[in-house]
């Protein structure tokens, strides 16, 4: 089984979903874990959950878009557990709308969350993670939308796309110091984040709730089945624990076979 023992895990957006599932699993694999959240409140009942299970979790506020929490945030990390050595970069909304009829406002909220997010954690994780020259993980989650699109997600699609050049160059610059940057490229998980594009499509498209599930989301996957929070954990603890640079720049898609490359 993969181990985390001691090493210090910092999850974006941890406070539900994938994030916290991610950080349930590093938990429980010997990580101690920063639950870095948009709400305080919803962050700390998360690592109050992990710490009663047995394991080591500190909650932080943090906007993943505002760089003065983003560095607050990450200085607490560090003040409170002495390092960083695994960053997973969840934090992400979706809102789904005609490219005609997007705003500019939602266009640059979109990328900022998932972009600009990714980038100042990155940056300030790395910067501890350079100091001390003793490797880790920036793990990135991206989507099947990181290499295909769909209609009605054109900022979401993009910024999805745009992890990818991210984590290559994040690869190639931090190779020196031994850390690792991989994407993680989940299918549709049955997510509040999901359950709420079902109807918003349904409307979008014209069509019943039941058909966007059967013929928008899972229409090619191979077995008709959602991805789940765990399928997507398991990845992320195999990346986190990986420790070489043989397993970086890489995207890894967890679709029930709905993409493949």
């Known amino acids: 089984m993969n181990r985390l023992d001691g090493k210090v895990c910092v999850v974006t957006g941890a406070a539900s979903g994938i994030g916290k599932r991610i950080a349930e699993v590093y938990a429980a694999a010997g990580g101690k874990v920063v639950i870095a959240d948009l709400k305080l409140d919803a962050?700390?009942?998360t690592a109050t959950e992990i710490r009663d299970a047995g394991g080591d979790?500190?909650?932080v506020a943090m906007d993943v878009t505002d760089e003065a929490q983003v560095v607050d945030g990450i200085a607490k990390?560090?003040?409170h557990y002495g390092r960083i050595d695994v960053l997973v970069s969840n934090a992400g909304i979706q809102i789904v709308n005609k490219l005609t009829d997007f705003s500019y406002a939602d266009w640059k909220k979109m990328l900022a969350i998932h972009l600009d997010g990714a980038?100042?954690?990155?940056?300030e994780c790395l910067r501890d993670m350079e100091t001390r020259g003793t490797g880790g993980a920036i793990i990135y989650m991206g989507s099947v939308h990181s290499h295909t699109a769909s209609k009605l997600k054109a900022p979401y699609v993009t910024a999805k796309h745009g992890l990818l050049g991210l984590a290559r160059t994040v690869a190639k610059e931090a190779a020196a110091y031994g850390?690792?940057?991989?994407?993680?490229?989940?299918?549709f998980v049955?997510?509040?984040?999901?359950?709420?594009?079902?109807?918003?499509q349904a409307k979008e498209l014209g069509i019943s709730e039941d058909e966007v599930i059967r013929n928008v989301m899972l229409?090619?996957?191979?077995?008709?089945?959602?991805?789940?929070?765990d399928d997507v954990a398991a990845v992320a603890l195999t990346l986190a624990a990986f420790e070489t640079n043989a397993l970086t720049g890489q995207s890894i898609v967890v679709s029930h076979g709905w993409f493949m490359q």
């Open 43 to 45: 962050a700390e009942a």
């Open 57 to 59: 979790a500190l909650a």
């Open 77 to 79: 990390a560090v003040a």
């Open 119 to 123: 980038f100042l954690t990155t940056r």
């Open 179 to 187: 850390v690792r940057a991989n994407v993680i490229c989940p299918g």
């Open 190 to 200: 049955r997510t509040p984040l999901v359950d709420k594009q079902i109807p918003e």
């Open 219 to 229: 229409k090619d996957t191979v077995d008709g089945e959602f991805t789940t929070v």
